[in-house]
T-cell receptor, first 113, second 113 residues
Framework: KAGVTQTPRYLIKTRGQQVTLSCSPI?????VSWYQQTPGQGLQFLFE???????NKGNFPGRFSGRQFSNSRSEMNVSTLELGDSALYLC????????????FGPGTRLTVT | ELKVEQNPLFLSMQEGKNYTIYCNYS?????LYWYRQDPGKSLESLFV???NGAVKQEGRLMASLDTKARLSTLHITAAVHDLSATYFC?????????????WGAGTKLIIKP
């Protein structure tokens, strides 16, 4: 089985811009979760989508949003980028949802200048 | 406040030795996860612990969960260099109908030959 893929792998954006990151889960997995990893804050949960519905969410501002398509692929959008949004964004897929037995993608490294 | 504390945060040890990483969490949870992250790589799921007294073992790693003490341990037996990595615990915390995955800060483990 192919693993979780994320595109792009690296991205440089300017403060105030918006960005969209993409995640393709393992075939058959209906749950996709997104995480932010930074040296200062560590790993933080953003949200989980299951069968196109946002099921769970962390404590991030509304600038962070996501969606999931009928083929389970997911996108994450960050609007009005801030310097503090520079991070590694990881997505993970799961067959059963609710963070159970997650398989992580390689991540997208976002740098905001 | 939802907190997951790992200790130690850094551990340098010799091959062949045993050691334990601790993960304390601040509120009730029915799921605890252990993950491994190699430098520059993504996360790999190690263990899922679902109930009080749960013990899981894989090779030289053994994880246990005490939900009453809100404590999980990851025990390393006869460490080998290949186990060098950062280990994270994560706890599934319920707030109403919303589940967040709260992560520990990670334990960076260096095993010297």
């Amino acid at each position: 089985k192919a693993g979780v893929t994320q595109t792009p792998r690296y991205l440089i954006k300017t403060r105030g811009q918006q960005v969209t990151l993409s995640c393709s889960p393992i075939s058959g997995h209906r749950s996709v979760s997104w995480y932010q990893q930074t040296p200062g804050q560590g790993l933080q949960f953003l949200f989980e989508y299951f069968s196109e519905t946002q099921r769970n969410k962390g404590n991030f501002p509304g600038r962070f949003s996501g969606r999931q398509f009928s083929n389970s692929r997911s996108e994450m959008n960050v609007s009005t980028l801030e310097l503090g949004d520079s991070a590694l964004y990881l997505c993970a897929s799961s067959a059963r949802g609710r963070h159970y037995e997650q398989y992580f993608g390689p991540g997208t490294r976002l740098t905001v200048t | 406040e939802l907190k997951v504390e790992q200790n130690p945060l850094f551990l340098s040890m010799q091959e062949g030795k045993n050691y334990t990483i601790y993960c304390n969490y601040s509120t009730t949870s029915d799921r605890l996860y252990w993950y491994r992250q190699d430098p520059g790589k993504s996360l790999e799921s190690l263990f899922v612990l679902l109930s009080n007294g749960a013990v899981k073992q894989e090779g030289r790693l053994m994880a246990s969960l005490d939900t009453k003490a809100r404590l999980s341990t990851l025990h390393i037996t006869a460490a080998v260099h290949d186990l060098s990595a950062t280990y994270f615990c994560a706890v599934d915390i319920r707030g109403g109908s919303n589940y967040q995955l709260i992560w520990g800060a990670g334990t960076k483990l260096i095993i010297k030959p």
